[in-house]
C-alpha cells in the first residue's frame, strides 16, 4: 500500500529517466492548482538544453498514469499538475481505514539510542530543560512507533568536583534533614546553600576539594552519601517526569558515573591509534576539519593536565559504548544547539577511531532556547529561572479554567483529566509546532487557545468527531470499503488523510516534528471545512457511511499523530 504521493513518484521517476537518460527525483508534492504537481522539469531543462514545458510533455507521453489520473496539465513554466481519479482516492481511503497503522508500513528494525532531558543532581529541573525533554520523547515515540528497537539514555549530571561541596554540605546539615529537603524538591535550594558556603569559607572549600579526592578515589563512606544524593535527586525527577508525561523511566537514567571505569581505556585506545596529542600539558584530539578563530588546529581535550577528564572523554566513552555495547546503529543526541560544535567534533573523532562506522551514524538534534515575552530567555519575575514543576502546574491550572468555562457540565474527575492532557500537551505542542532549530516565545495565553494552531484546537477536533459517533449511535466501520468521494471538501479532507505515512516517514528521519504538527493542523482544518459542508448524520446512504469513514480515520489519524508528539487526545471536553 504506497501513498499517492509514492505511486506518482515512482512512475514519474520511470518516464523522466527515459525522457532525460539518468534518474530525476519528479519533486512530487501537494498543489493548490491540482491534487499533486511535479517541478522537476525545470531543473532538467538546463542538462539538455531543452524548454522545460517540451520535457514535461514528453515526461507525461511515457508516464503510465492512466489508471490513477483524471487530469494533468502543464502549467506556468514546465509544471505536472495531475489529479487524481475519485475512485482511486475513495479507493486508497477505504484501505487505510481498515488499517491498524494507518498506512504507514513496517520498517527494517534497527536499534536506535536517544539521549535526552540531563538534568544535574541535586540540582532543580527548569525550563531550560524542557525542550530537551519534550522533543526527545517525541524522537522515542515516533521512533518506537515505527517498529525500531529504542534504548533511552537520561545522561544525568551525577559526577564530577561540585559534589565535593554537596556531600560536606549534606553531612553538616546531617542525613535525615537533607534527605527531606530534597524529597520535597527543594534542589535549588541545597544546591544554593552549599554554593554559599564554598564561596565564603576557606576551611568549607579545602573540606570540599578533600572530598572529591575521596569521591573520585572510590572511598566507600563517600560513595554511600553520593548515592544518597542521586537517589533523592532521581526519585524528585521522576516526579517532574510523570507530570510531563514522558516515557523516562529510572532505569534510563545512566549519568557521567556510568562510565568512570572506561575513561582510561578510551585514552589509552586513542593513544594506541595515534589519535592522541600533548598540547599545553593535556592530552587532546584534533579531529579533521575543525580550527579556531586563528586558523589553527581546534583541540578536544580528553585529559586535563592536571590528570583529570572532562565532558569530551564521558562523551567518547558514552559513543563507544553505545556503538560497541549495545550495538545501535543510529544515535540521536537532543541537546541544545550551544553544544553543536562540542557533538560535532566527538562525532568526528568516533569516526576516526573505528567506533561510528557505517550503517552507524550520530545526529546532534540541536534546538533554540524558550523566551519570555521580553524576547530573552524565559525567567521568573525575579530573575531567576523557572521551576519546571510550577510551570507544569500553572498550565494545568489554566487548562482547568478553560475546561470549566468551556463544558461547565463536566464531572470533575474527567474535567481533572481532560485539564492535565489539555494543559500538559498546550506546552509540548507549542514546543513541538515550532521549527526545533528556533527560539519561540513562551505564552500561556496563546498555547491554551482553542483556535489557531495550538494542542487544544486539535484535541478539540478529535473530541468533537467522536461525539458524533457517540450523538449517532454507531460504531465505525473499517472493513476497507471505498470511500465515495463526490464533494470537494471530501476529497480535500482524504488527500490529507492519505499524506500520514509521507509525514511520519519524513519526520522520523529529520526530528523536525512541527512538520507534523503542521501537518495535524492542516488534517483538522481540512476536517471542519469537510464538517461545516457535508452532512454526516443527516446524509443518505452511501454518503452517510463514507463521510463516517472519513470521520473515523480523522479521529485516528489526530489521535496517533498527537500521540507521536506525547499528546493526548481525550474523546470528550
Given at each position: 500500500?504506497?501513498?499517492?504521493?509514492?505511486?506518482?513518484?515512482?512512475?514519474?521517476?520511470?518516464?523522466?529517466?527515459?525522457?532525460?537518460?539518468?534518474?530525476?527525483?519528479?519533486?512530487?508534492?501537494?498543489?493548490?492548482?491540482?491534487?499533486?504537481?511535479?517541478?522537476?522539469?525545470?531543473?532538467?531543462?538546463?542538462?539538455?538544453?531543452?524548454?522545460?514545458?517540451?520535457?514535461?510533455?514528453?515526461?507525461?507521453?511515457?508516464?503510465?498514469?492512466?489508471?490513477?489520473?483524471?487530469?494533468?496539465?502543464?502549467?506556468?513554466?514546465?509544471?505536472?499538475?495531475?489529479?487524481?481519479?475519485?475512485?482511486?482516492?475513495?479507493?486508497?481511503?477505504?484501505?487505510?481505514?481498515?488499517?491498524?497503522?494507518?498506512?504507514?508500513?513496517?520498517?527494517?528494525?534497527?536499534?536506535?539510542?536517544?539521549?535526552?532531558?540531563?538534568?544535574?543532581?541535586?540540582?532543580?529541573?527548569?525550563?531550560?530543560?524542557?525542550?530537551?525533554?519534550?522533543?526527545?520523547?517525541?524522537?522515542?515515540?515516533?521512533?518506537?512507533?515505527?517498529?525500531?528497537?529504542?534504548?533511552?539514555?537520561?545522561?544525568?549530571?551525577?559526577?564530577?568536583?561540585?559534589?565535593?561541596?554537596?556531600?560536606?554540605?549534606?553531612?553538616?546539615?546531617?542525613?535525615?534533614?537533607?534527605?527531606?529537603?530534597?524529597?520535597?524538591?527543594?534542589?535549588?535550594?541545597?544546591?544554593?546553600?552549599?554554593?554559599?558556603?564554598?564561596?565564603?569559607?576557606?576551611?568549607?572549600?579545602?573540606?570540599?576539594?578533600?572530598?572529591?579526592?575521596?569521591?573520585?578515589?572510590?572511598?566507600?563512606?563517600?560513595?554511600?552519601?553520593?548515592?544518597?544524593?542521586?537517589?533523592?535527586?532521581?526519585?524528585?525527577?521522576?516526579?517532574?517526569?510523570?507530570?510531563?508525561?514522558?516515557?523516562?523511566?529510572?532505569?534510563?537514567?545512566?549519568?557521567?558515573?556510568?562510565?568512570?571505569?572506561?575513561?582510561?581505556?578510551?585514552?589509552?585506545?586513542?593513544?594506541?591509534?595515534?589519535?592522541?596529542?600533548?598540547?599545553?600539558?593535556?592530552?587532546?584530539?584534533?579531529?579533521?576539519?575543525?580550527?579556531?578563530?586563528?586558523?589553527?588546529?581546534?583541540?578536544l581535550i580528553v585529559r586535563k593536565s592536571d590528570g583529570g577528564y572532562g565532558y569530551a572523554t564521558t562523551d567518547l566513552a558514552a559513543i563507544r559504548d553505545r556503538l560497541t555495547t549495545l550495538g545501535a546503529t543510529r544515535l540521536l543526541y537532543v541537546v541544545g544547539m550551544p553544544q553543536q560544535q562540542h557533538f560535532a567534533m566527538v562525532f568526528t573523532t568516533a569516526q576516526e577511531?573505528?567506533?561510528?562506522?557505517?550503517?552507524?551514524?550520530?545526529t546532534h538534534i540541536g534546538f533554540g532556547s524558550v523566551l519570555g515575552a521580553d524576547g530573552k530567555v524565559l525567567r521568573s519575575r525575579a530573575g531567576g529561572t523557572i521551576k519546571l514543576v510550577d510551570l507544569l502546574d500553572e498550565a494545568v491550572d489554566r487548562a482547568t479554567r478553560a475546561i470549566e468555562e468551556k463544558n461547565p457540565g463536566l464531572d470533575a474527575g474527567s474535567r481533572?483529566?481532560?485539564?492535565?492532557?489539555?494543559?500538559?500537551?498546550?506546552?509540548?505542542?507549542?514546543?513541538?509546532?515550532?521549527?526545533?532549530?528556533?527560539?519561540?516565545?513562551?505564552?500561556?495565553?496563546?498555547?491554551?487557545?482553542?483556535?489557531?494552531?495550538?494542542?487544544?484546537?486539535?484535541?478539540?477536533?478529535?473530541?468533537?468527531?467522536?461525539?458524533?459517533?457517540?450523538?449517532?449511535?454507531?460504531?465505525?466501520?473499517?472493513?476497507?470499503?471505498?470511500?465515495?468521494?463526490?464533494?470537494?471538501?471530501?476529497?480535500?479532507?482524504?488527500?490529507?488523510?492519505?499524506?500520514?505515512?509521507?509525514?511520519?516517514?519524513?519526520?522520523?528521519?529529520?526530528?523536525?516534528?512541527?512538520?507534523?504538527?503542521?501537518?495535524?493542523?492542516?488534517?483538522?482544518?481540512?476536517?471542519?471545512?469537510?464538517?461545516?459542508?457535508?452532512?454526516?448524520?443527516?446524509?443518505?446512504?452511501?454518503?452517510?457511511?463514507?463521510r463516517l469513514a472519513l470521520c473515523d480515520l480523522t479521529a485516528r489519524t489526530l489521535a496517533t499523530g498527537l500521540g507521536l508528539l506525547g499528546i493526548a487526545a481525550p474523546d470528550t471536553m
Open positions: 500500500m504506497g501513498t499517492p504521493e509514492q505511486i506518482l513518484s515512482d512512475r514519474l521517476a520511470h518516464a523522466f529517466e527515459a525522457v532525460v537518460g539518468e534518474p530525476v527525483d519528479p519533486l512530487v508534492q501537494r498543489s493548490q492548482f491540482a491534487d499533486y504537481q511535479s517541478n522537476a522539469a525545470l531543473g532538467s531543462a538546463k542538462r539538455l538544453g531543452r524548454k522545460p514545458r517540451d520535457i514535461a510533455a514528453a515526461v507525461l507521453a511515457a508516464a503510465d498514469l492512466g489508471d490513477l489520473v483524471e487530469h494533468t496539465e502543464i502549467s506556468g513554466p514546465g509544471f505536472i499538475n495531475m489529479t487524481l481519479r475519485a475512485q482511486v482516492l475513495g479507493r486508497m481511503a477505504g484501505a487505510v481505514g481498515a488499517d491498524d497503522r494507518l498506512g504507514v508500513p513496517p520498517v527494517d528494525p534497527e536499534t536506535v539510542v536517544v539521549d535526552y532531558s540531563a538534568p544535574n543532581t541535586a540540582k532543580e529541573m527548569h525550563v531550560g530543560h524542557l525542550r530537551s525533554t519534550i522533543i526527545g520523547d517525541a524522537a522515542v515515540r515516533i521512533t518506537e512507533w515505527l517498529g525500531h528497537r529504542v534504548i533511552k539514555r537520561n545522561h544525568l549530571g551525577d559526577w564530577g568536583t561540585p559534589f565535593g561541596m554537596l556531600i560536606e554540605h549534606l553531612l553538616d546539615i546531617g542525613e535525615a534533614e537533607a534527605a527531606a529537603e530534597l524529597s520535597v524538591g527543594d534542589l535549588n535550594g541545597f544546591y544554593t546553600a552549599a554554593r554559599r558556603k564554598f564561596d565564603g569559607s576557606d576551611e568549607f572549600k579545602e573540606r570540599s576539594r578533600r572530598r572529591v579526592v575521596l569521591l573520585q578515589g572510590g572511598d566507600e563512606a563517600t560513595l554511600r552519601l553520593w548515592r544518597l544524593l542521586v537517589a533523592e535527586s532521581k526519585q524528585y525527577f521522576m516526579k517532574v517526569y510523570d507530570s510531563l508525561d514522558v516515557r523516562l523511566v529510572e532505569a534510563d537514567f545512566v549519568g557521567e558515573s556510568a562510565y568512570n571505569d572506561e575513561l582510561a581505556s578510551v585514552i589509552a585506545e586513542l593513544d594506541r591509534l595515534g589519535l592522541l596529542r600533548s598540547s599545553e600539558g593535556a592530552d587532546c584530539v584534533f579531529p579533521a576539519g575543525f580550527t579556531g578563530r586563528d586558523g589553527e588546529p581546534l583541540p577511531a573505528g567506533w561510528l562506522a557505517p550503517p552507524a551514524r550520530a481533572a483529566e481532560v485539564a492535565r492532557a489539555v494543559g500538559i500537551g498546550a506546552i509540548k505542542y507549542a514546543d513541538l509546532s515550532t521549527d526545533r532549530l528556533r527560539d519561540y516565545t513562551f505564552d500561556f495565553d496563546r498555547m491554551l487557545s482553542f483556535e489557531g494552531n495550538t494542542a487544544p484546537y486539535l484535541q478539540y477536533a478529535h473530541a468533537r468527531i467522536r461525539s458524533i459517533f457517540r450523538r449517532g449511535g454507531v460504531t465505525p466501520g473499517r472493513d476497507g470499503t471505498p470511500v465515495r468521494i463526490a464533494e470537494p471538501a471530501e476529497r480535500a479532507l482524504a488527500l490529507e488523510l492519505l499524506a500520514f505515512p509521507d509525514i511520519v516517514a519524513a519526520v522520523s528521519e529529520s526530528m523536525e516534528f512541527h512538520r507534523l504538527a503542521n501537518y495535524l493542523y492542516g488534517l483538522a482544518t481540512a476536517f471542519t471545512a469537510f464538517y461545516e459542508r457535508c452532512p454526516v448524520l443527516k446524509a443518505e446512504e452511501p454518503s452517510r457511511g463514507s
